[in-house]
């Protein structure tokens, strides 16, 4: 055979192999992807995505509403905070109590068929009260429009609580349950969570403040409430489905535990019944008798209208005696700070000559910066560990931070110690002469200078406002790093029965820290003081990471410094994370 035939053929021959091979790459590839699209992973994304995108635009939209109802004015909307925070304070362990004691998916289901009912019902009444504002404020000298506000606020806390326990169910147990044994890959679901949640901040409020600019607070209310509702039908179904396709989360350790005790106790009254004699079996019965009598003295009415605060007690107690107490408590210190991007940062600026172009400029970076802190916290745990991430990122987080305090000191600053941060609160409590009066005992010179500048003061220099939102932008890396450290080491730690009442008491905490930060800004509202809030806030973050080192070094002791150590073996205490089949 002639060499170029014999070459021919080999070429020809070759193709269909190759072609073969390719053939087999390609569909091993989209037999991943459909496995991906399928898997309880990625339906618990989506499902995620739904409901933060919901709860994102509906937290942005029922302050803008109040606002627009109350003749532009803060106070619905500080009432409504005031509401929620003191909520979830003193309820989120009767909430989390009430997930331990629940099978997971009546848990889920009832969370968002509350949550989003509720949402509908408040965005039907005030699309009610938008519509007909005029004949409800002359109807009853006025009161049957303050009983639709006190309605609005009411509902929408009840939204709120019901949100409560679907974060708490979803992001806190079910999460865990799918991620089984591999830490791993708990720690690439928490982030990709953690990254869901940054990016529906930012558009959904986008979207329903474009439909209210170019349409109407009723159009806004309408789409809202129609969104609740078609998105409560699908996560309705995507629960069902991610419970179906892992049969582990059908199994609670509470539960189990609750069975089997009532079991053996049947099995025992069974081998005594047929072991012992008539006179022992007469003893037993009037044992059995006391034993009714307690239970029914249990299920009287006062033990019952107790059982709340019996709640309260035991889920603090538990939160205390936890192993990462510590740790806990440092990610709620956190909270208590103005260096974030929400109304009273945002307030601040504008005073600064910050227009809302360039605050939505940093916003988004802001963001951005938030999603690298997901990235860099799952990179930073493969190489260090858990443990040593959560002190990596509070380091970094407080080097950043650093730049807000220089920037109280910078050219440009407001800060002002000779006015008194107490004036406007006198003021509005006692009014001018009361304010004055305040103000002569202080310092005299304060009400000169209140005499002479009437206006405005005019902003000589950006620097200081500009170290202040670059410091609060390149802190948002070390702060959600930190705050997926957090949440992984009660992931990890906390026993499967305490699972909902410690994260119950952790959003408590978050939230009483967050009602000390607006107290604090009640009582120093004016500009002058916002450089001592600064100090006051980069404070208690320092101290939350000092708690937080405290917890790390009793966990590693001198091995917490050797940063380039690989990822530490589980202790074989800490109970192991629920298989996932």
């Excluded at 019901?162 to 999460?175: E, G, P």
């Excluded at 830490?183 to 901040?201: F, P, W, Y």
Aim: hydrophobic share 45%.
């Amino acid at each position: 055979m002639p060499p170029h035939l014999s070459d021919f053929l080999i070429k020809t021959t070759s193709r269909p192999i190759r072609c073969r091979g390719c053939c087999l790459v390609i569909a091993c590839q989209r037999e991943r992807f459909c496995q991906f699209f399928t898997s309880a992973k990625f339906l618990i994304y989506l499902g995620h995505a739904l409901s933060t995108w919901g709860d994102r635009m509906w937290n942005f939209a029922v302050a803008v509403f109040l606002v627009e109802l109350y003749g532009n004015s803060l106070l619905l909307t500080a009432v409504y905070g005031l509401v929620v925070a003191g909520s979830v304070l003193l309820l989120g362990a009767i909430i989390g109590d009430w997930v331990d004691k629940n099978a997971r998916l009546k848990v889920a289901q009832t969370s968002l068929v509350v949550q989003n009912s509720a949402v509908i019902l408040c965005g039907v009444l005030l699309m009610v009260v938008f519509q007909f504002k005029e004949q409800l404020s002359t109807m009853y000298s006025g009161w049957l429009l303050t009983t639709c506000y006190i309605m609005v606020i009411t509902i929408a806390n009840i939204a709120n609580l019901a949100s409560t326990a679907m974060s708490i169910t979803i992001q806190r147990d079910w999460v865990v349950v799918v991620a089984g044994d591999d830490r791993s890959k708990l720690a690439d679901m928490n982030a990709t969570v953690r990254i869901i949640d940054q990016l529906t901040n930012i558009l959904a409020p986008m979207l329903v403040g474009q439909i209210m600019a170019f349409g109407s607070h009723f159009m806004g209310c309408g789409f809202i409430s129609g969104w609740n509702l078609f998105s409560m039908c699908l996560e309705y179904f995507l629960l069902w489905k991610v419970y179906q396709k892992t049969p582990a989360l059908a199994i609670k350790a509470g539960q189990k535990d609750s069975d089997n005790q009532e079991l053996k106790h049947l099995n025992v009254q069974k081998e005594i019944g047929n072991t012992e004699g008539p006179a022992e079996g007469s003893q037993l019965m009037n044992k059995t008798a006391k034993e009714k009598k307690i239970i029914e003295k249990k299920a009287s009415c006062c033990y019952q209208m107790t059982e709340p605060l019996r709640t309260f007690k035991e889920g603090w107690v538990a939160y205390y005696n936890q192993s990462i107490f510590f740790a806990g408590m440092s990610l709620a210190f956190l909270y208590m700070t103005v260096l974030g991007f929400d109304c009273i940062t945002t307030g601040y600026a504008y005073t600064q000559g910050l227009n809302g172009s360039v605050l939505s400029l940093l916003m988004g970076a802001s963001a951005i910066s938030g999603i690298c802190g997901t990235v860099a916290f799952t990179w930073i745990r493969k190489k260090c560990g858990l443990i040593r991430t959560g002190f990596i990122s509070g380091v970094a987080q407080l080097s950043c931070l650093l730049l807000c305090v220089a920037s109280v000191f910078a050219p440009g600053s407001p800060f002002d110690l000779s006015v008194s941060p107490f004036e406007d609160v006198v003021k509005h409590l006692f009014g001018e002469g009361a304010s004055r009066l305040e103000s002569d005992i202080i310092d005299s010179t304060i009400q000169i200078n209140s005499t002479m500048s009437a206006e405005a003061p005019q902003i000589e220099s950006y620097l200081s406002v500009s170290l202040l939102f670059a410091g609060v932008i390149a802190a948002r890396v070390g702060l959600w790093s930190f705050d997926l450290t957090v949440t992984q080491l009660i992931q990890e730690n906390v026993i499967e029965s305490e699972r909902g009442i410690i994260n119950g008491v952790q959003n408590s905490m978050n939230y009483l820290l967050d009602l000390l930060h607006f107290i604090m800004v009640i009582l120093a509202p004016n500009q002058e003081a916002f450089g001592l809030l600064v100090i006051i806030s980069v404070s208690f973050v320092a101290m939350g990471h000092m708690m937080y080192f405290r917890f790390a070094y009793k966990s590693l002791r001198s091995r917490l410094f050797l940063f380039c150590s690989p990822e530490q073996k589980p202790d074989p205490n800490i109970p192991s994370l629920p298989n996932s089949v």
